[in-house]
T-cell receptor, first 111, second 112 residues
Framework: QKEVEQDPGPLSVPEGAIVSLNCTYSNSAFQYFMWYRQYSRKGPELLMYTYSSGNKEDGRFTAQVDKSSKYISLFIRDSQPSDSATYLC???????????FGPGTSLSVIP | DGGITQSPKYLFRKEGQNVTLSCEQNLNHDAMYWYRQDPGQGLRLIYYSQIVNDFQKGDIAEGYSVSREKKESFPLTVTSAQKNPTAFYLCASESEVTTEAFFGQGTRLTVV
């Protein structure tokens, strides 16, 4: 079983839609949860960072962690064409552990 | 500006040649990583280093080598033993406080 799994998509939505991106992980020891956004031919950039359970909101983006279900989500409200990218979830057990990335979900927001 | 710099952006290699990809960071991070990304696929870990003069193999280390002589630098050599080296290579450094990984802009290696 992979440590983190993510539906690769591709996911295509109309502009203005609410987007839900999800990952599941296998080990309850993971404490740090992140979402990265990667535009084509560029390096990933950190979008959201959460420690332990709960929600975190930043503008149109909301990250949600449910440790009981080992499930993490990223919601994008009022999606824009500029949100078209690959979104990678990432997890780590401690601040000294290597970060483990999901395979990424490709998102296209159609004008 | 603080950040992580990879060079070159594009690299062409003839079969049988070794090539070295550069990665430099001025973020004062101890941990650095090399990943390989193939089209439509996620990041696969090649090597990582959590401290100077020490590094560990990742999931796909065969055909690659690294060194970590300085905190700021973590070069990756793609050797002729790597059978399918054409890919997008990403270097990252990681904050020990938050686990946030900072990525370079990548090097696209093509074997010709």
């Amino acid at each position: 079983q992979k440590e983190v799994e993510q539906d690769p998509g591709p996911l295509s939505v109309p502009e203005g839609a609410i987007v839900s991106l999800n990952c599941t992980y296998s080990n309850s020891a993971f404490q740090y949860f992140m979402w990265y956004r990667q535009y084509s031919r560029k390096g990933p950039e950190l979008l959201m960072y959460t420690y332990s359970s709960g929600n975190k909101e930043d503008g149109r983006f909301t990250a949600q962690v449910d440790k009981s279900s080992k499930y993490i989500s990223l919601f994008i409200r009022d999606s824009q064409p500029s949100d078209s990218a690959t979104y990678l979830c990432a997890i780590a057990k401690t601040s000294y552990d290597k970060v483990i990335f999901g395979p990424g979900t490709s998102l296209s927001v159609i004008p | 500006d603080g950040g992580i710099t990879q060079s070159p952006k594009y690299l062409f290699r003839k079969e049988g040649q070794n090539v070295t990809l550069s990665c430099e960071q001025n973020l004062n991070h101890d941990a650095m990583y090399w990943y390989r990304q193939d089209p439509g696929q996620g990041l696969r870990l090649i090597y990582y280093s959590q401290i100077v003069n020490d590094f560990q193999k990742g999931d796909i280390a065969e055909g690659y080598s690294v060194s970590r002589e300085k905190k700021e630098s973590f070069p990756l050599t793609v050797t002729s033993a790597q059978k399918n080296p054409t890919a997008f290579y990403l270097c990252a450094s990681e904050s020990e406080v938050t686990t946030e990984a900072f990525f370079g802009q990548g090097t696209r290696l093509t074997v010709v």
